[in-house]
């Protein structure tokens, strides 16, 4: 059985940071890419930033130069550090996790919450 463990989430003003955390436990396998997506109220869910398994990242135009994804591959846990927040940085942020060419595993998801 496969878990993935997100943490990091929590209520920051306007211009702070916060970083998350996503650990992958289980059988899990050979993780190739490890993802984060969020989504707001009323919207669709969207990629915020992807990172492979050999490190290449790729960021939604809306975060680049303010969030950072990286990852841990001795402990299968995947980062997602993030400055400068906006308030329409709020949502729930999921992580995803690729084990295989068609297997993904998602996060809970945890509440970001930007707002003074």
């Known amino acids: 059985q496969v878990q993935l463990v997100e943490s990091g989430g929590g209520l920051v003003q306007p211009g702070g940071s916060l970083r998350l955390s996503c650990a992958a436990s289980?059988?899990?396998?050979?993780?190739?890419?490890m993802g984060w997506y969020r989504q707001a109220p009323g919207k669709q869910r969207e990629l915020v930033a992807i990172i492979t398994s050999g490190s290449r990242t790729n960021y939604a135009d809306s975060v680049k130069g303010r969030f950072t994804i990286s990852r841990d591959n001795i402990k299968n846990t995947v980062y997602l550090q993030m400055n400068s927040l906006k308030p329409e940085d709020t949502a729930v942020y999921y992580c995803k996790v690729q084990s295989g060419a068609t297997i993904y595993y998602w996060g809970q998801g945890t509440q970001v919450t930007v707002s003074s």
């Open positions: 289980g059988s899990i396998g050979r993780i190739y890419a």
